[in-house]
Every structure is written in structure tokens, then in C-alpha cells.
């Protein structure tokens, strides 16, 4: 379904090179490299990488349709930020959201939505502590429905759960994700979805443009 995508190998090729992009569920920051030398920065974006990296229209494979991404004022972003984790969310620094919109409608005419949403922070750590109080507040929603879901994103920390709708978590450095569908089925292609957003963020980190 996914059209090519490129720069997936060049964000394979980034992921040895950046201490943030380890395996799903790896965890952990910078480590010296053989031989010793200076530990790598993890991975941050600042407020205007945000908008760069989440999922643009022209990345919307076929069958689905993107809108423009939604910024809000740093004071409401923060306020969405504590809501949506229900912490305090330390070390904020910008949010921004997104969706694909499934074309095709299902049987009761309804159509599927996709939501992204990025939030940043200054620190793994911080995010570390957000995406803990996100992934607790949507399970526990979920109750007894949620069933776990495989996801391999690239991502440093995932946790993804589908019931009445499907929840993946991601921690990439100080960056976390969130993807939320409505309308949509277990069997989506949300690993790819997933692999569409981390990689974006990985080419942005790398000060490139995910659109090129």
C-alpha cells in the first residue's frame, strides 16, 4: 500500500550514527564509542523541527489523505501536553499534530483517521516521564480490551495497544510519539506508519529535509 518512502535507507545508515535511534524498546542514552572519545548528544528537536518532522501531505501513501500539520501557543501546547500524559510535563518544548485520513469509508460510511502527534522535550529523561504517564492514562482507558501490538519502529521505547482503537507510543531521545486511530481496524499498517514518523525525525535531527 505504502508508496516508496525514501530516505529509509539513509535513515538506517543515520541510525548507527545517532545515540537516540537504537532498537525498538532499547532504552538508554549515549555511550562512549570503542576506543573511547565523547559521548553523543541525544537526540532533541527544537520548536521549529517539530513542524518539519511530523508526516506531511505529500508523505501520505495511497488510499489515504493528509492534512496540514496543527501548531498551538506555547501555553495551550503545554496544557495539551499535561493533559494528554497527566504530568507535569518537565522539560516541554513544543507539540505539534497531525492525521491521515483512510479514503475509503467503511461499512457504516465512516472513515478511518490516523492521528500524530509529537511532543518534544529538552531531555530523554523528560520524555522518558511523559511517555510513562501517556501510556498509563490510554491503558488504563482501554481496560481489559487492550491487546498488545508488535511494533518495530526504530523507535528507542514502544509501547503499542489496539481495542476499540489502536494506541502506539514511541521515545526517540527527548522526542515522543504518539499515533491514535478512530474508525480503524487492528490490521492497519501501523508499523509502517510508525517507521514514516521515527524516520522523519531522524532526518530532521540530522538538519535534512524529510520531504526532499
Known sequence: MFRPIRGIAAGAVLA?????CGGSGSGGGGTDPVGGGQAKAPLVLAADQVRTALVSKSSAPEGWKARSPKFLSPDD?????????????GGFVSY????????????????????????????????QAAMKGLTKKERRKAGAEAKPLQISAGAEETDAFTGKH?????????VLVRLESTDLTANEPYAD????????????????NPDV
Request: aromatic share 10%; net charge positive.
Open 96 to 127: 505539534g499534530t497531525t492525521y491521515f485520513l483512510k479514503l475509503k469509508q467503511n461499512a457504516d460510511g465512516r472513515q478511518g483517521h490516523l492521528y500524530f502527534t509529537v511532543f518534544s522535550f529538552k531531555t530523554p529523561e523528560d520524555a
Open 16 to 20: 548507527a550514527s545517532l545515540t537516540a
Open 166 to 174: 489502536t494506541e502506539v507510543h514511541l521515545r526517540l531521545g527527548g
Open 77 to 89: 501546547a503545554l496544557r495539551k501536553c499535561q493533559d494528554a500524559t497527566e504530568t507535569n510535563c
Open 193 to 208: 506508519f510508525a517507521t514514516l514518523q521515527i524516520d522523519r525525525i531522524k532526518k530532521t535531527a540530522a538538519g535534512k
